[in-house]
């Protein structure tokens, strides 16, 4: 086995073609707190997993897990993450698009009830070999249907592209916008709260 990743949560692992997500203890939680924490997000990665795994949406498939071991397997995706594409001199022309399919990305999970919660360029690697988008990471993933909650994760988003993307934006969240409208049907209602969260944002600040 290979250490492929040490996250700020977990340990990622690679055995051919699977990858074992491990998280770890935290020193600085107290341990039963720990203990709940790790139990609770490994848990729920598997669900969201397993539920976009029946979509038929782009993530890695759910093989595995274990809420006493803090581990879950699933498919090893060859790729670089999004943000690394992005970072790349070459990429440059090509954000575009790239842009339009983290939107569109977003908006099935939002058809879906499914809110990521850390949807950041981190967290969706494009697959070498396909060009495909796989999203993965969804430790702080939950399921609803509040346009409240779809707003924040979009405004994630924006707030991700704005500070990590900054030579991109904002047109980098323009082109993920349109992404976004063109798969969810619903998309003009987020946008408006959308809009409400951002201000939110600016006020506190004063
Ligand atoms: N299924 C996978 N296939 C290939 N690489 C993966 C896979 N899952 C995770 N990785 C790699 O491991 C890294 C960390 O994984 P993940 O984001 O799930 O954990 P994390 O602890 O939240 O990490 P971070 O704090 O960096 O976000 C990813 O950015 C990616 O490079
Ligand atoms: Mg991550």
Not at 40 to 46: H, S, V
Not at 111 to 125: A, P, Q, R, V, Y
Not at 187 to 198: D, G, M, N, S
């Amino acid at each position: 086995m290979e250490l492929l990743a040490q996250g700020a949560e977990a340990k990622i692992f690679r055995d051919k073609n699977k990858v074992i997500k491990e998280r770890l203890s935290k020193d600085y939680r107290l341990p039963q707190l720990d203990d709940s924490l790790r139990k609770f997000r490994t848990r729920r990665e598997a669900k969201v997993l397993h539920k976009l795994g029946d979509m038929k949406f782009p993530s890695p498939r759910l093989h595995d897990f274990c809420d006493n071991r803090m581990m879950i397997t699933m498919d090893f995706v060859e790729g670089q993450t999004v943000r690394d594409v992005l970072d790349n001199e070459s990429t440059k022309d090509d954000y575009q698009i790239l842009a339009q399919e983290i939107g569109k990305k977003l908006a099935l999970m939002h058809t879906k009830d499914i809110i990521h919660g850390d949807f950041t360029t981190s967290n969706i690697l494009k697959e070498t070999r396909s060009g495909e988008l796989k999203v993965i990471d969804f430790g702080l993933s939950f399921f609803s249907g509040k346009v409240e909650d779809k707003a924040v994760d979009l405004f994630l988003l924006d707030r991700a592209l704005a500070s990590k993307h900054f030579q991109f934006y904002p047109g980098i969240f323009e082109h993920t916008l349109k992404g976004y409208k063109d798969t969810f049907p619903e998309a003009e209602a987020i946008l408006a709260r959308f809009e409400q969260v951002k201000n939110r944002g600016r006020n506190k600040k004063k």
